[in-house]
């Protein structure tokens, strides 16, 4: 595979924030919605799988020379260095399948990994399937887990700042209209918005205009 940097277009000394940024340009341009019925659909398929890789490479890299952020999530949960590589191509599918809105089949994927292998890369994924599926208290649970396991993330911690943000705007806004046993205009209006929040640190965008 070629340097991961180059993939993303940045720099070795690119700070974590612009590392995350970039890969959520990419993850845009290349996304399925956008070439959907389209002749190089495949193209952009093969070329969002590369993004995802190379992301997903360059957070393996700076959290092995960083000690491995969290040792507790590092140690407890991923004691096989063997489990572990392969977990991570699993983690990119997931990546991917998230990106395409095919949450079932991503969160397959997470359910098949045993417990004790369960780091906090599983436990991010597992929140943006959840916030997906408006399982949003389920979500900040494992944004919590995620960011407990793995402190120095900047994108577990930017999933974990949204989530709360948003469950917090949830949590104060009005009913405008009401049904019994239904949801409000604001409840869904709300939700929307918390699923987009999240959608987007994959890479995704539930919500266009947001």
Same mark, same amino acid.
Not at 37 to 50: H, L, T, W, Y
Not at 188 to 206: N, P, S
């Given at each position: 595979m070629q340097d991961p940097y180059k993939v993303l277009g940045i720099d070795r000394n690119a700070t974590d924030e612009e590392i995350?940024?970039?890969?959520?340009?990419?993850?845009?341009?290349?996304?399925?919605?956008?070439?959907?019925?389209?002749?190089?659909?495949?193209?952009?398929?093969?070329?969002?799988?590369?993004?995802?890789?190379?992301?997903?490479?360059i957070q393996d890299e700076r959290q092995e020379k960083s000690g491995g952020g969290n040792s507790y999530g590092r140690t407890q949960y991923s004691t096989n260095t063997g489990d572990r590589s392969a977990h991570a191509s699993k983690y990119i599918h997931v990546r991917e399948l998230i990106n395409?809105?095919? !949450?079932?089949?991503?969160?397959?994927?997470?359910?098949?990994?045993?417990?004790?292998?369960?780091n906090a890369e599983w436990n991010f994924l597992k929140g943006c399937i959840q916030t997906q599926k408006g399982w949003y208290y389920e979500a900040q649970q494992s944004f919590d887990a995620a960011c407990a396991m793995d402190p120095?993330? !900047?994108?577990?911690?930017?999933?974990?700042?949204?989530?709360?943000?948003?469950?917090?705007?949830?949590?104060?806004?009005?009913?405008?209209?009401? !049904?019994?046993?239904?949801?409000?205009?604001?409840?869904?209006?709300?939700?929307?918005?918390?699923?987009?929040? %999240?959608?987007?640190?994959?890479?995704?965008? %539930?919500?266009?205009?947001?």
């Open positions: 995350k940024s970039a890969y959520r340009a990419l993850a845009k341009k290349y996304h399925p919605d956008n070439f959907v019925n389209s002749p190089i659909a495949d193209v952009a398929e093969e070329k969002m799988k590369e993004v995802n890789e190379a992301y997903q490479q395409a809105g095919k !949450t079932n089949e991503a969160n397959e994927i997470l359910d098949s990994i045993p417990v004790y292998d369960r120095n993330n !900047t994108e577990y911690q930017d999933a974990q700042f949204r989530m709360k943000n948003a469950s917090q705007n949830f949590g104060r806004s009005y009913r405008t209209t009401t !049904t019994t046993g239904g949801a409000s205009a604001c409840d869904i209006c709300q939700g929307l918005i918390c699923a987009d929040c %999240l959608c987007e640190c994959c890479g995704g965008d %539930l919500v266009p205009c947001c």
